[in-house]
């Protein structure tokens, strides 16, 4: 069974960067097809980052140009780099794999706020 642990988020003013960590283990899989989810207070949960078949990235509008998937098949961790962060970027952000959804980690929080 595949298991997802999420780290690196925090409270950060707007306009500054953050890198989530999302650390799989368990059944081998391909790192190439886990994305980016996050949930806002309130609010549904949402694909903010979607792996595509040809190993591109689709990003959610609100997202792009700011949020980039980066990976390390050796270690079986995907990050999210989110720079220029937004006070509307605040929730809780989870990696999963969009198209067979797997077991939700616990998801790490990010606030930015002045």
């Known amino acids: 069974q595949v298991q997802f642990v999420e780290s690196g988020g925090g409270l950060v003013q707007p306009g500054r960067s953050l890198r989530l960590s999302c650390a799989a283990s368990g059944s081998i899989f391909n790192i190439y097809a886990i994305g980016w989810y996050r949930q806002a207070p309130g609010k549904q949960r949402e694909l903010v980052a979607r792996p595509t078949g040809d190993d591109t990235i689709d990003y959610t509008e609100s997202v792009k140009g700011r949020f980039t998937i980066l990976r390390d098949t050796a270690k079986n961790t995907v990050y999210l780099v989110m720079n220029s962060l937004k006070p509307e970027d605040t929730a809780v952000y989870y990696c999963?794999?969009?198209?067979?959804?797997?077991?939700w980690g616990q998801g790490t929080q990010v606030t930015v706020s002045s």
């Open positions: 999963n794999t969009p198209l067979s959804l797997k077991v």
